[in-house]
T-cell receptor, first 114, second 113 residues
Framework: AQKVTQAQTEISVVEKEDVTLDCVYE???????LFWYKQPPSGELVFLIR??????QNEISGRYSWNFQKSTSSFNFTITASQVVDSAVYFC???????????FGRGTSLIVHP | KAGVTQTPRYLIKTRGQQVTLSCSPI?????VSWYQQTPGQGLQFLFE???????NKGNFPGRFSGRQFSNSRSEMNVSTLELGDSALYLC????????????FGPGTRLTVT
């Protein structure tokens, strides 16, 4: 069975701080996909990134970076120099198996104070 | 391109009633997935439709059903509403379906009283 754990329920930082959101996943499949989504107060989930299990290369996109480590089953997300607009709930998700039905973590609420 | 649209945005229903929610995907996208989001259970996958066929189904009772039309627009129906069905229902469209990038709509907030 798949499981995604986001142990941090809420993180509060001051603008310009760096912040890392943790994600730990469980799966028995060798082929799987990992995702991060952002849900601002408006409610609409915004796709941020998708990684497949064969690509452990870390990725950077502007102030966002992702660290995928199969050895620890983690897919952590770091925001550098956080901004107030980064305040949102962030979800990590995983899908695998023939159907690729996604399993979401419970989300981490990030609050960035000015 | 216009984004994913969902109607209505807010809905209040009474226990025992049924409800139909609508989703219009991004033009050209053939896959529509539906999710339920509640404080208690989080985000849960309901089902996915691809080219008018249900391709995947989550672990929800038969009261939850859906369909997709030839223009890729999708509807989901919940019959015999229960208080626990109160949730934000999100629709997502994708060009290639799961597990590829999905684009979400703003959701329909359903309240069952």
């Amino acid at each position: 069975a798949q499981k995604v754990t986001q142990a941090q329920t809420e993180i509060s930082v001051v603008e310009k701080e760096d912040v890392t959101l943790d994600c730990v996943y469980e799966t028995r499949d060798t082929t799987y996909y990992l995702f991060w989504y952002k849900q601002p107060p408006s409610g609409e989930l915004v796709f941020l990134i998708r990684r497949n299990s064969f690509d452990e290369q870390n990725e950077i996109s502007g102030r966002y970076s992702w660290n995928f480590q199969k050895s620890t089953s983690s897919f952590n997300f770091t925001i550098t120099a956080s901004q107030v607009v980064d305040s949102a709930v962030y979800f990590c998700a995983q899908s695998s198996g023939g159907s690729y039905i996604p399993t979401f973590g419970r989300g981490t609420s990030l609050i960035v104070h000015p | 391109k216009a984004g994913v649209t969902q109607t209505p945005r807010y809905l209040i229903k009474t226990r025992g009633q049924q409800v139909t929610l609508s989703c219009s995907p991004i033009s050209g996208h053939r896959s529509v997935s539906w999710y339920q989001q509640t404080p208690g259970q989080g985000l849960q996958f309901l089902f996915e439709y691809f080219s008018e066929t249900q391709r995947n189904k989550g672990n929800f009772p038969g009261r939850f059903s859906g369909r997709q039309f030839s223009n890729s627009r999708s509807e989901m129906n919940v019959s015999t509403l229960e208080l626990g069905d109160s949730a934000l229902y999100l629709c997502a469209s994708s060009a290639n379906g799961q597990p590829y990038e999905q684009y979400f709509g703003p959701g329909t907030r359903l309240t069952v009283t």
